[in-house]
C-alpha cells in the first residue's frame, strides 16, 4: 500500500534530471527544477478527500483549531480548500490575488486557515494572507498546501504543513542553470506529456 505522499509523487511530480524540458514556474516566471502538477491530484476526487482527512484535518484537530472559513485562492487550491471546508464544518471562499480583494463576507476576529496547491517562492500564499488580514480576520497557522518546495516551514510567521515537502531550486531566466546546459523551459501543465514523456524514458 502506498502512503499518500508517494501517492502524490507517482502521479504529479516532475524532477529535473539531465533533461532537454524544464519548468517555467506561472506564479513568479522562475524556471524550477521540481514540479507539482496539482491537476493530477484535484482530478482524484477520492484522493483529495484522503490528503484532507489523513493529514490537514488531523492537524487541525491536533492543534484544537475549528476554523470559520478555509480560504484560497483560484485556481489549483479550490478543490482541496471546498474539500477541508466540508470536512471540517468551515465556510469556503477564496481571495482574488491579482485585485487584491476578496468579496466574501468575512467578519472581523473570524477565524481563518489558508490552503494552497504547492508552495515555490510563496508569493500567492503572502498576498492571501495580506487580503485576509486586511478585512480584521484572523490567520490562523499552519497554512495547509499539497506540496511545498520553497524549503521554509515558516512563512509570514505561520508554520507550514504540506503533504509532500522537499527543497526544489527556483533560477532566474537569465541564471538558469538547466538553461545553460541546453535544457528548454516551458509552461509545465501545457507541456506536462512532454517533461513526463522524457522522464519517464531516462
Ligand atoms: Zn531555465
Known amino acids: 500500500m502506498k502512503t499518500i505522499p508517494e501517492l502524490i509523487i507517482d502521479k504529479a511530480v516532475w524532477r529535473y534530471d539531465d533533461s532537454s524540458l524544464h519548468v517555467k514556474t506561472s506564479e513568479s516566471g522562475m524556471h ?40 484560497s485562492y483560484p485556481p489549483f487550491g479550490l478543490a482541496v ?36 496547491d504547492d508552495i515555490y517562492s510563496g508569493g500567492s500564499i503572502k498576498k492571501t494572507i495580506e487580503i485576509i488580514n486586511s478585512l480584521g480576520a484572523k490567520v490562523q497557522s499552519p497554512i495547509l498546501t499539497i506540496g511545498n518546495f520553497s524549503g521554509a516551514e515558516v512563512l509570514s510567521g505561520l508554520e507550514v504543513i504540506s503533504a509532500i515537502s522537499e527543497k526544489g531550486n527556483l533560477y532566474d531566466e537569465n541564471d538558469c542553470l538547466m538553461c545553460k546546459l541546453g535544457s528548454k523551459a ?3 501543465r501545457q507541456n506536462w506529456n512532454e517533461l513526463i514523456k522524457q522522464h519517464q524514458a531516462e
Open 186 to 188: 516551458v509552461s509545465p
Open 32 to 71: 524550477s527544477d521540481l514540479y507539482l502538477n496539482t491537476d493530477y491530484i484535484v482530478s482524484d476526487v477520492s484522493l483529495v478527500e484522503e490528503i484532507v482527512e489523513d493529514i490537514f484535518l488531523k492537524e487541525l484537530n491536533l492543534r484544537n483549531i475549528k476554523p470559520d472559513w478555509v480560504i
Open 81 to 116: 480548500a471546498y474539500a477541508l471546508a466540508r470536512q471540517a464544518g468551515a465556510k469556503f471562499g477564496y481571495v482574488d490575488i491579482q485585485t487584491g480583494l476578496c468579496n466574501f463576507d468575512i467578519k472581523a476576529g473570524e477565524k481563518v486557515i489558508i490552503v494552497g
